[in-house]
């Protein structure tokens, strides 16, 4: 067995330094290392009946051939002696299920067959009997069970019997008989200390090499219990490492076939692993372009090492979602340095590039911003006096239709021009927050404002207004932003149908990104012409517009003030089906949305 020190120290090499080993439990230490003590003298029992019945049938089969009667009284000491063999191996595999000193228990089964084997001895002629070797493969036991200690135990135990035995048939003490052989030998005092002398060494020569070799063989068996879980725990290591990865992860062999995906890459291609591993790789992954793939189906997949440069692909997910993916790839080799396929690991960029069309959107906002600054104060005032001049003409000119015409027209676009002028200033106060916050019933301004389209003849017979609010929030931020941002939305949804359709308006709460806390949702949409894919990227530019009297600010200052209030928005567009606005704000609790 394993010396105590050892046996509480193997099971602390996986845990952390820190841990103190003394705290595991004894009983799981005697559980580990006494089961294979078990193992062992199931085998030592089956081994013992094995031998037993071969003992039996040999010696039937030598007596049947001597034409003697096998139940004679002759041969009953020897069927007594296999039936006592028998009873006591079956008794002891019955007790070995329910024993727990398993030492004591093998002992115990040590001593029985040393004195078996010296009853065998008395029964077949003592000095004559041939059955002297059967103490071998006792002590062979006992070095197995119990390693050198045992094993030279047992071996003095052998020695000591089979020379009492002898002892006593020389002195004539007892006489053992002879159901085998026929022929005694005299009482020769040599042969007598001989036969000890030369049992006795065999007996220890074999301990001590038994012994031996069952030590070396438990610290091998140990080592390569140690090896092999060092290997297991480094696999798993790798094994975690890998599937913990933020980036997916593909192994491809050479002839192009997938052969491993970690957890990452499964997300991402939002594919299980039987679809990806054992399938080709075009089958699975998007066709890289830039990348040396061999013309012939037969040639080798990547004859070639495109290096570690990173490259950018789309691929399309099984809903039909489009993402962007960042890519590198390597060769994969052997341990010999023989290349054996590639290593391919790319990321999900699309978030990354939602972020960097942010910034982009909000630097050019931010330009627009500066040149507002520059040229709003320039105009603010001459337009104020231009104002009013224009308003006493008018006063003087009631009388000439024609000409109080005109000046209305100067006045209508005196009126324009200060709006502008009025955005640039919001622009040149780039993303500050507003200081005017409140709790805001968003679902009551949204009536409120669609009210007021229909007062302003913005709605008419052939559009229809549906609202969907299934729950009524509040968010904390400036009121009159939040109306602004609803009047632009709502005018755009209906200005693209001029020829009339349907505005929905839905309100809700739904899960945010993360899955981390709930968020608002406000969907505006339309079913209007859409937007075209190449357009929708620069709808929230400053002075970006399809209208042809539009100033393209409209959608620019909604982006910032749901920016400023801590919100995002998005845009769906499929041509001619339409298009849907979504504003995200989070509610109490929640982290603060990715933008």
């Known amino acids: 067995m394993l010396p105590q020190d050892t046996a509480a120290v193997m099971p602390c090499r996986s845990m952390a330094p820190s841990m103190d080993c003394r705290i595991l439990p004894s009983p799981v230490l005697a559980e580990t290392h006494e089961e294979p003590l078990r193992r062992k003298l199931q085998g030592l ?36 002696f296999s039936c006592i063999l028998f ?76 020379g009492l035995l002898l002892d006593l048939q020389y002195f004539g003490w007892i006489s053992p008989l002879e159901i085998i052989s ?20 065999s007996f220890y020569l074999v301990a001590y090499l038994g012994g031996y070799l069952a030590e070396e063989l438990q610290k091998s068996s140990r080592k390569l219990k140690e090896q092999e879980r060092d290997l297991i ?41 039987e679809q990806i591993e054992g399938r080709p790789f075009e089958r699975v992954f998007p066709p890289l372009e830039g990348m040396p793939w061999v013309a012939e189906p037969s040639a080798p997949f990547f004859t070639t090492s495109p290096g570690l ?63 507002a600054a520059e040229i709003a104060h320039e105009i603010k005032n001459p337009l104020a006096a231009m104002s009013g001049a224009v308003q006493m003409m008018q006063m003087d000119s009631s009388r000439d239709s024609q000409r109080s015409r005109l000046m209305g027209i100067v006045s209508r676009e005196i009126h324009r021009i200060n709006e502008l002028v009025t955005d640039f200033l919001w622009l040149s106060k780039g993303a500050r927050k507003s200081e005017k916050t409140e709790e805001v019933s968003l679902c009551s301004v949204i009536s409120e404002i669609l009210a007021l389209l229909k007062t ?8 229809n207004i549906r609202t969907a609010f299934n729950c009524s929030p509040t968010y904390t931020m400036d009121a009159q932003h939040f109306r602004q941002i609803m009047w632009n939305l709502l005018t755009n949804a209906l200005e693209a149908m001029p020829d009339g359709g349907e505005l929905s308006i839905m309100v809700d709460t739904v899960r945010n990104r993360r899955g981390e806390g709930e968020e608002i949702r406000i969907d505006v949409a339309d079913t209007g012409e859409g937007i075209p894919k190449d357009v929708q990227e620069r ?27 801590g919100g995002r928005i998005e845009v769906a567009s499929q041509a001619p089906k339409g298009t849907i606005f979504s504003l995200f704000f989070p509610l109490p609790g929640s982290l603060p949305l990715v933008k």
Request: proline letters at 2%; one cysteine or more; charged letters at 15%.
């Open 539 to 565: 709808i929230f530019e400053p002075f970006f517009t399809t209208k042809k009297t539009g100033t393209g600010l409209g959608l620019s200052i909604v982006y910032q003030m749901i920016e400023n209030a």
């Open 456 to 463: 302003r003849s913005k709605v008419n017979v052939s559009h």
């Open 87 to 162: 009873s006591f191996t079956i008794l002891a595999s019955w007790l070995l299920k329910y024993t727990h000193g398993l030492v004591n228990f093998a002992y115990f089964q040590l001593f029985f067959d040393v004195a078996a084997v010296t009853v065998l001895i008395f029964i077949s002629g003592g000095i004559d009997s041939f059955f002297s070797f059967l103490y071998m493969p006792v002590i062979i036991s006992a070095a197995v069970l119990l390693y050198r200690r045992g094993s030279l135990l047992i071996a003095s135990l052998c020695s000591l019997s089979y």
């Open 233 to 273: 725990q480094l696999e798993v290591l790798h094994r975690n490492i890998v599937q913990s990865m933020n980036s997916g992860l593909l192994t491809i062999g050479q002839n192009g076939q997938i052969l491993f995906c970690n957890r990452a890459a499964m997300e991402i291609l939002a594919l299980p692993a």
């Open 309 to 371: 440069e990173r490259m950018e692909t789309a691929y399309t997910r099984p809903s039909g979602e489009e993402i962007s993916l960042g890519y590198t790839i390597s060769r994969l080799h052997k341990g010999s340095g023989e290349p054996s396929g590639w290593v391919l690991i790319f990321q999900d960029l699309t978030h990354l590039k939602a972020m960097e069309e942010h910034l982009k959107r909000m630097e050019r906002l931010a330009l627009a911003g500066r040149i």
């Open 45 to 80: 029992l089956m081994f013992r009946l094995v031998m037993a019945v071969f003992f039996l049938l040999l010696t039937l089969g030598v007596q049947s051939h001597r034409e003697a009667d096998l139940l004679s009284v002759h041969l009953q000491p020897l069927y007594f």
């Open 182 to 201: 026929q022929v005694a030998t005299g009482k020769d005092s040599g042969a007598y200390f001989l036969s000890i002398l030369m049992n006795t060494a």
